[in-house]
């Protein structure tokens, strides 16, 4: 079982740069980074809306529940 993050996308659709949503959302480049790629342990709800709120976007937008057969293919 995984989490996958798709803050990428989000990015992507609402044309904007991993540094614009650090300084909206108030978390450094490497905090985001670690959350982006996956290596997070968790993230505080408080980080979860400002992120959800800068990107106009829902959680679910963000963040994917996939079992490890669909992952590995």
């Known amino acids: 079982m995984a989490i996958i ?3 990428d996308v989000m990015l992507a659709k609402r044309k904007m740069s991993v540094t614009e949503l650090s300084e ?6 490497a ?3 670690i959350l982006k790629n996956g290596k997070a342990k968790a993230i505080r709800f408080s980080t979860l809306e400002a992120i959800c709120q800068s990107l106009d976007c829902q959680p679910g937008d963000i963040l994917e ?3 490890d ?3 590995l293919g």
């Open 5 to 7: 993050i798709n803050i």
């Open 69 to 71: 057969e669909e992952i």
């Open 65 to 67: 529940y996939k079992y």
């Open 24 to 29: 909206r959302v108030g978390i450094t480049m």
């Open 31 to 33: 905090n985001l980074s």
